[in-house]
């Protein structure tokens, strides 16, 4: 069930269509079935780089496929996705990607 948590201050009119657009963004770009995708999102006051312009931060916690390449390649995805679906600049996020070990997971 790889996960998707993500945090902005720019404003959605339509938070569940989003998260259904993302979720199938999500399942393509990291190659695991939507099946197991969990996605938040959450809007909020952020400030980044010391201004209230729109920004971003992103965890996705996902199981046997974050080396750094990979990661390298999902960043791209999702920072041009983020930027073409919420207007965000793509020095304007970060992206935390974790992978516990299965034996940490429940
Ligand atoms: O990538 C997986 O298969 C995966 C990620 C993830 C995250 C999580 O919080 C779970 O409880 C299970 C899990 N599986």
């Known amino acids: 069930m790889p996960t998707l948590d993500l945090k902005t201050n720019v404003s959605l009119p339509d938070v ?9 963004t999500a399942a393509e770009t990291l190659g695991k079935p939507e099946k197991y995708i969990n996605i938040t999102v959450s809007t909020q006051p952020m400030t980044f780089q010391g201004t209230l312009d ?3 931060q992103c965890t996705i916690i996902s199981l046997g496929n974050l080396d750094s390449n990979s990661c390298a390649r999902y960043s791209k995805t999702f920072f041009e996705y983020f930027e073409r ?6 020095d304007r996020g970060y992206i935390t990607f974790v992978d516990p070990g299965r034996s940490n997971l429940g």
Not at 85 to 90: A, E, I, M, R, S
């Open 16 to 24: 569940n269509k989003y998260m259904l657009e993302l979720s199938k």
């Open 54 to 56: 729109p920004a971003f």
């Open 85 to 90: 679906t919420l207007g965000v600049k793509d």
